[in-house]
């Protein structure tokens, strides 16, 4: 069979045109500009933990939920607490209400019942100094004994005493309270307010809340589970606050600044090109050789580059593998 030399002269022209044409596209498509580096899409992570230990309820969200700074995901029950609450407001209210007592001084029932002994102490004492001089008289005519006469003064020194110690009481009653007292249960309530606080301070930390605004990345426990102050119960990542780390050679660290703009292209979204910033550059290369290297060692270096990406519209995930043209 014979084969067509004409229809193989055409097919082999066919096929140079098409290799010339790919050899000139190649050639002359208009190239990217710029420093091209990977990464993965990364968001400000934070994790939402309890202040203190005790076992979770109330834990309604889920992973992919929205939740908002402030917001109280969860709650840690401790009933010690409520109780210690109680306790703390009640030793609060002893020490007002002894500070209140000691300030309004005593009442006019106490001075009438202090001035009363007083002058009860007084009679007797009043009544033995004359039983004491009549002794004193009888012993001189020999009518009582000299051990009659000693109980009589005896008696008169016990009556006196007695009348002292009542006038002081009475004096003290009129005098109210010493000021040093006083202060010193003002300070005892001013403790007990104090130790009240921090009561209450702890039964508001068994509520569990964000820290910030973001989508809930992971679930990391259950309802009824036993948690401790730390653990992570959330992790909530901001979405809003999306970027892309990526490394660059100290051989282009010179062709880059704080500011530069970006262009970034996600697997995810191959027709889409997301505006960047480039926001930090490390100070300090990710690994040091010796100190003496060549030149094409130095190329070796490289430095941390944090891309700020646009994700207004929230649909870049963590983990996103990502490529970025440094402008």
């Known amino acids: 069979m014979m084969v067509n030399k004409k229809l193989l002269a055409g097919v082999f022209i066919i096929i140079i045109a098409i290799a010339a044409g790919g050899a000139a596209y190649q050639y002359l498509r ?65 020490a007002v209400a002894q500070l ?25 004492y009043e009544q033995a100094r004359q039983d004491y001089a009549r002794y004193q008289s009888l012993y001189q005519a020999g009518a009582v004994s000299a051990q009659q006469l000693d109980t009589a003064g005896a008696n008169a020194d016990v009556a006196y005493n007695a009348m002292v110690a009542a006038r002081q009481r009475y004096a003290l009653g009129v005098e109210g309270s010493r000021p040093e007292t006083i202060e010193a249960q003002r300070l005892e309530v001013e403790r007990s307010r104090a130790v009240l606080a921090a009561s209450k301070m702890l039964v508001e930390d068994t509520a569990v809340l964000s820290p910030i605004n973001g989508l ?3 679930k990391n426990y259950e309802n009824g589970e036993y948690v401790n102050p730390g653990a992570a119960v959330l992790t909530v990542g901001d979405m809003s606050d999306c970027w892309l780390k990526v490394y660059v050679p100290s051989t282009q660290l010179g062709l880059i600044a704080v500011g530069q703009g970006a262009q970034v292209k ?12 480039i926001r930090e550059i490390s100070q300090n290369a990710e690994f040091t050789p010796r100190q003496s290297i060549t030149q094409s060692e130095r190329a070796n270096l490289v430095f941390a580059v944090k891309v700020k990406i646009d994700n207004t519209e929230g649909i870049l995930k963590p983990g996103m593998p990502a490529d970025v043209v440094l402008q």
Do not use: C, W
């Not at 400000?44 to 834990?59: C, E, F, H, Q, S």
């Not at 029932?109 to 009363?116: D, I, M, S, Y």
């Not at 996600?266 to 910033?277: A, H, K, L, T, Y």
């Open 216 to 218: 809930v990345l992971s």
């Open 100 to 124: 209140r007592d000691l300030e309004a001084g005593p009442r006019s029932q106490e001075l009438q019942e202090l001035e009363a002994a007083l002058a009860s102490a007084r009679s007797v």
């Open 30 to 94: 208009p190239a990217e500009t710029g420093i091209t580096a990977t990464g993965t899409i990364e968001v400000t992570r934070a994790d939402i933990m309890p202040k203190v230990n005790g076992y979770l309820t109330g834990l309604d969200s889920q992973v992919g939920d929205t939740v908002q700074a402030g917001q109280k995901i969860a709650q840690v029950t401790r009933t010690d607490l409520a109780a210690q609450v109680l306790r703390d407001e009640a030793a609060l209210a002893k």
């Open 266 to 277: 996600v697997d995810s979204f191959p027709r889409r090109i997301f505006s960047g910033e």
